[in-house]
């Protein structure tokens, strides 16, 4: 964590000239802290934790405590780019005017959407949480893609698997206030690196623990965090549902459940207790990897510990079966009646106590669509959907792509397939960007976008229940503009002429939110606000379900279940029988997916990209520690270093993740290995389902290899 040495108050003047400004951290995290940024001569020359912030308490993450670093980076692209070569070989990029470059793509996309009713479909966009900002993320950007009847893009890359399972289960992404979880006595931390990844709810946890709690980790990795608990339940990747179901049948059978809050609160639970009367600890810890003395000590805990808490994380969603994985632990705090005292329940998800305070049909506009609907391309399947070609199933091809908030080249699963198809010579890609990433290189046109620190935004957050504004501290680098005003612009030159398109940013801003639930002056004054939520919202039922009950038969799905991963040993025993090797693709510490790293103080931390192997694995293979390997399957190759460690356990590597392709030894990254099905619900990418063998090599000349280096485009000048 880092200290701070400024006023409480931003708006009191600093010594030397200086000042603060309020603002909030951007990034795809549960965070989403509350920042003073000191301002120096016009230059941004620290960013700090917010002290009056609950949530945030003065305290930054590594990552974004050098934000200055990241916004004056040399590699800043600051004007608009055009590509003078060709996509085969170095990328090559000469400056043009802000003109041309607009000029030149508004007429590109007119003449694919005029050719007939519907061909605006053949136009995608593509777009993530580079900033999970209201106005800088899907405001003007929906707008313009709404108003021109391009294809819509199912945002599905991180975490909708989980959503939809919180949804069929609690009615919506909601979940305990985070600052509770200091009054816990104890934390299952499941499915989460709560050091690298989710900072503050980390310090809460570590309150309770010097109050006495016991901190339990369930993870296929040897985290950081899992070093700093009192147990940690290292399970294959791909079974957290069956361990639900084992911890289940004790609290069945031990008689550790709360039958008046099942009853009152509790939709389909007879159904639910016959599926977990199957999975005695035996069975689980056979399919888990653990003892089965492990699960019956976890379910004693669990059900006799008061109050008990579990901090869900995305990871363990990204497996085939882990959407009914998600709902069967959603129902352990129902089934103890955990949600009755404060520093109990479950949080996975805190963004639906935000989405019934946010207009979001005045920021995206989605009455601008044509009354036909355009047909929705998974993002997660975008290696397969550049390749395809026009269909009745699919209909047109591709045949333009705008990327913002987002480097799907290197983030997107079987990156081969990515890269193949934004290399195609007849793909017209457009990419608003920071620097030249992968997806960058292989762009038609790359435009400068402003960061956080130079433009309006504001912020709900899925780790806590307050909501932020971000003031701009600077003024924009070089020619950079926000998301905003480059739609806004290029909506004017497709000839849009909606007085939507004509909103300011900060219009937007103060539009984003519901008269009726957000205080917006107030929320301009103090820079964040707390949401209504009860203190203990569900110690008495009251989900947001249509019966105020949480629901285990939900509608079109059945009752959950146990379902193991696309590759397996058990599902396919020839493939495993090739690869007997699990893959997890964890981020690096030091990174955020891929932003991040770029940022020279932070990648000289993590040092190269790695793939973790057990020693008991590695013996076999001949693989030392440092050594040079090539983890492979049917889809694609990879060559890293190996870092033969008991983070890693017995059939499970861990390729840690997501450097771009091009700091790679050959060019590819870890998701050259992933693949493109989808999981149970939510249609989200399986990354942590993935079969893979290792190999040593033996050449001196690999041995000697190291990581690529960061390229810049070659450009011309004007």
Same mark, same amino acid.
């Given at each position: 964590?880092?200290?701070?040495?400024?006023?409480?108050?931003?708006?009191?003047?600093?010594?030397?000239?200086?000042?603060?400004?309020?603002?909030?951290?951007?990034?795809?995290?549960?965070?989403?802290?509350?920042?003073?940024?000191?301002?120096?001569?016009?230059?941004?020359?620290?960013?700090?934790?917010?002290?009056?912030?609950?949530?945030?308490?003065?305290?930054?993450?590594?990552?974004?405590?050098?934000?200055?670093?990241?916004?004056?980076?040399?590699?800043?692209?600051?004007?608009?780019?055009?590509?003078?070569?060709?996509?085969?070989?170095?990328?090559?990029?000469?400056?043009?005017?802000?003109?041309?470059?607009?000029?030149?793509?508004?007429?590109?996309?007119?003449?694919?959407?005029?050719?007939?009713?519907?061909?605006?479909?053949?136009?995608?966009?593509?777009?993530?949480?580079?900033?999970?900002?209201?106005?800088?993320?899907?405001?003007?950007?929906?707008?313009?893609?709404?108003?021109?009847?391009?294809?819509?893009?199912?945002?599905?890359?991180?975490?909708?698997?989980?959503?939809?399972?919180?949804? @069929?289960?609690?009615?919506?992404?909601?979940?305990?206030?985070?600052?509770?979880?200091?009054?816990?006595?104890?934390?299952?931390?499941?499915?989460?690196?709560?050091?690298?990844?989710?900072?503050?709810?980390?310090?809460?946890?570590?309150?309770?623990?010097?109050?006495?709690?016991?901190?339990?980790?369930?993870?296929?990795?040897?985290?950081?965090?899992?070093?700093?608990?009192?147990?940690?339940?290292?399970?294959?990747?791909?079974?957290?549902?069956?361990?639900?179901?084992?911890?289940?049948?004790?609290?069945?059978?031990?008689?550790?459940?709360?039958?008046?809050?099942?009853?009152?609160?509790?939709?389909?639970?007879?159904?639910?207790?016959?599926?977990?009367?199957?999975?005695?600890?035996?069975?689980?810890?056979?399919?888990?990897?653990?003892?089965?003395?492990?699960?019956?000590?976890?379910?004693?805990?669990?059900?006799?510990?008061?109050?008990?808490?579990?901090?869900?994380?995305?990871?363990?969603?990204?497996?085939?079966?882990?959407?009914?994985?998600?709902?069967?632990?959603?129902?352990?705090?129902?089934?103890?009646?955990?949600?009755?005292?404060?520093?109990?329940?479950?949080?996975?998800?805190?963004?639906?106590?935000?989405?019934?305070?946010?207009?979001?049909?005045?920021?995206?506009?989605?009455?601008?669509?044509?009354?036909?609907?355009?047909?929705?391309?998974?993002?997660?399947?975008?290696?397969?959907?550049?390749?395809?070609?026009?269909?009745?199933?699919?209909?047109?091809?591709?045949?333009?792509?705008?990327?913002?908030?987002?480097?799907?080249?290197?983030?997107?699963?079987?990156?081969?397939?990515?890269?193949?198809?934004?290399?195609?010579?007849?793909?017209?890609?457009?990419?608003?960007?920071?620097?030249?990433t992968d997806t960058a290189d292989l762009a038609?046109?790359?435009?400068?976008?402003?960061?956080?620190?130079?433009?309006?935004?504001?912020?709900?957050?899925?780790?806590?229940?307050?909501?932020?504004?971000?003031?701009? @501290?600077?003024?924009?680098?070089?020619?950079?503009?926000?998301?905003?005003?480059?739609?806004?612009?290029?909506?004017?030159?497709?000839?849009?002429?909606?007085?939507?398109?004509?909103?300011?940013?900060?219009?937007?801003?103060?539009?984003?939110?519901?008269?009726?639930?957000?205080?917006?002056?107030?929320?301009?004054?103090?820079?964040?606000?707390?949401?209504?939520?009860?203190?203990?919202?569900?110690?008495?039922?009251?989900?947001?379900?249509?019966?105020?009950?949480?629901?285990?038969?939900?509608?079109?799905?059945?009752?959950?279940?146990?379902?193991?991963?696309?590759?397996?040993?058990?599902?396919?025993?020839?493939?495993?029988?090739?690869?007997?090797?699990?893959?997890?693709?964890?981020?690096?510490?030091?990174?955020?997916?891929?932003?991040?790293?770029?940022?020279?103080?932070?990648?000289?931390?993590?040092?190269?990209?790695?793939?973790?192997i057990h020693p008991e694995d590695a013996a076999?293979?001949?693989?030392?520690?440092?050594?040079?390997?090539?983890?492979?399957?049917?889809?694609?190759?990879?060559?890293?270093?190996?870092?033969?460690?008991?983070?890693?356990?017995?059939?499970?590597?861990?390729?840690?993740?997501?450097?771009?392709?091009?700091?790679?030894?050959?060019?590819?990254?870890?998701n050259e290995l992933t693949h493109q099905r989808?999981?149970?619900?939510?249609?989200?990418?399986?990354?942590?389902?993935?079969?893979?063998?290792?190999?040593?090599?033996?050449?001196?000349?690999?041995?000697?290899?190291?990581?690529?280096?960061?390229?810049?485009?070659?450009?011309?000048?004007?």
């Amino acid at each position: 964590m880092n200290t701070i040495e400024l006023p409480v108050d931003p708006d009191t003047p600093i010594p030397g000239g200086r000042h603060t400004v309020r603002a909030a951290c951007p990034h795809d995290c549960p965070d989403t802290c509350a920042m003073l940024v000191t301002v120096e001569n016009g230059r941004a020359v620290r960013v700090a934790g917010d002290p009056g912030h609950p949530p945030t308490h003065g305290a930054l993450c590594t990552k974004v405590s050098r934000y200055p670093e990241r916004t004056y980076h040399p590699e800043r692209v600051l004007h608009p780019l055009k590509r003078v070569g060709p996509k085969s070989g170095p990328p090559r990029f000469e400056r043009v005017s802000w003109d041309e470059a607009l000029d030149a793509i508004a007429q590109r996309l007119a003449g694919i959407a005029g050719r007939a009713p519907g061909a605006a479909q053949a136009i995608l966009p593509y777009s993530y949480a580079g900033t999970m900002g209201l106005v800088q993320g899907e405001s003007m950007a929906a707008r313009f893609f709404h108003r021109l009847g391009g294809s819509r893009l199912d945002r599905t890359i991180c975490a909708s698997a989980g959503a939809a399972a919180l949804t @069929a289960t609690y009615g919506g992404k909601v979940g305990m206030h985070v600052e509770d979880y200091a009054r816990a006595k104890l934390i299952l931390i499941w499915g989460s690196n709560s050091i690298a990844s989710n900072l503050h709810f980390w310090s809460f946890a570590q309150q309770a623990r010097r109050a006495g709690a016991r901190l339990v980790c369930i993870d296929p990795r040897r985290t950081e965090t899992a070093d700093k608990c009192h147990e940690h339940l290292a399970l294959r990747p791909g079974t957290d549902g069956a361990l639900a179901l084992a911890l289940m049948h004790e609290l069945i059978t031990h008689g550790w459940l709360d039958h008046d809050y099942i009853e009152r609160h509790v939709d389909g639970w007879p159904a639910l207790r016959e599926r977990a009367l199957q999975w005695p600890p035996a069975r689980a810890a056979e399919v888990c990897g653990l003892e089965a003395a492990q699960i019956r000590a976890l379910a004693h805990d669990y059900a006799t510990t008061r109050p008990a808490a579990i901090r869900l994380n995305y990871g363990m969603q990204r497996a085939h079966g882990g959407g009914n994985a998600v709902r069967l632990i959603a129902l352990l705090p129902c089934l103890t009646g955990a949600w009755r005292e404060r520093g109990g329940g479950l949080l996975l998800s805190a963004s639906g106590w935000a989405a019934g305070a946010i207009d979001s049909a005045a920021l995206g506009r989605p009455d601008l669509m044509p009354q036909a609907l355009p047909r929705i391309v998974n993002m997660s399947t975008i290696g397969d959907d550049l390749l395809r070609p026009t269909s009745p199933e699919f209909g047109p091809r591709i045949e333009a792509v705008i990327v913002y908030n987002s480097n799907p080249v290197a983030v997107a699963p079987q990156s081969g397939r990515v890269a193949a198809g934004f290399a195609r010579d007849d793909l017209f890609t457009v990419v608003l960007e920071h620097f030249m990433t992968d997806t960058a290189d292989l762009a038609d046109y790359v435009l400068p976008a402003t960061t956080q620190l130079e433009h309006l935004d504001v912020h709900a957050s899925y780790g806590h229940t307050y909501v932020l504004v971000n003031q701009p @501290a600077i003024a924009p680098l070089g020619q950079a503009l926000p998301n905003t005003e480059i739609f806004r612009r290029l909506a004017q030159r497709m000839g849009f002429d909606e007085p939507c398109f004509g909103d300011s940013d900060e219009q937007i801003a103060r539009a984003a939110f519901r008269a009726d639930r957000i205080d917006v002056d107030a929320l301009w004054a103090r820079g964040w606000l707390r949401l209504p939520v009860p203190e203990q919202p569900f110690a008495d039922g009251g989900f947001p379900t249509p019966h105020g009950r949480a629901i285990v038969d939900a509608p079109g799905l059945g009752v959950p279940d146990h379902l193991p991963n696309h590759e397996s040993a058990a599902s396919t025993p020839a493939l495993a029988a090739r690869y007997p090797l699990a893959m997890i693709s964890p981020p690096a510490r030091h990174f955020l997916n891929s932003t991040f790293v770029n940022v020279r103080s932070l990648r000289s931390i993590e040092g190269e990209p790695l793939l973790e192997i057990h020693p008991e694995d590695a013996a076999p293979r001949g693989i030392a520690d440092g050594a040079v390997v090539t983890v492979f399957n049917d889809r694609g190759r990879y060559r890293c270093k190996a870092a033969v460690s008991t983070r890693a356990r017995h059939g499970v590597v861990n390729g840690l993740g997501i450097w771009w392709r091009k700091l790679g030894l050959d060019g590819t990254n870890v998701n050259e290995l992933t693949h493109q099905r989808l999981t149970d619900l939510g249609r989200a990418p399986a990354f942590y389902d993935c079969l893979v063998e290792v190999r040593a090599e033996s050449s001196p000349q690999a041995e000697r290899a190291g990581p690529g280096q960061a390229s810049t485009a070659e450009t011309t000048p004007a």
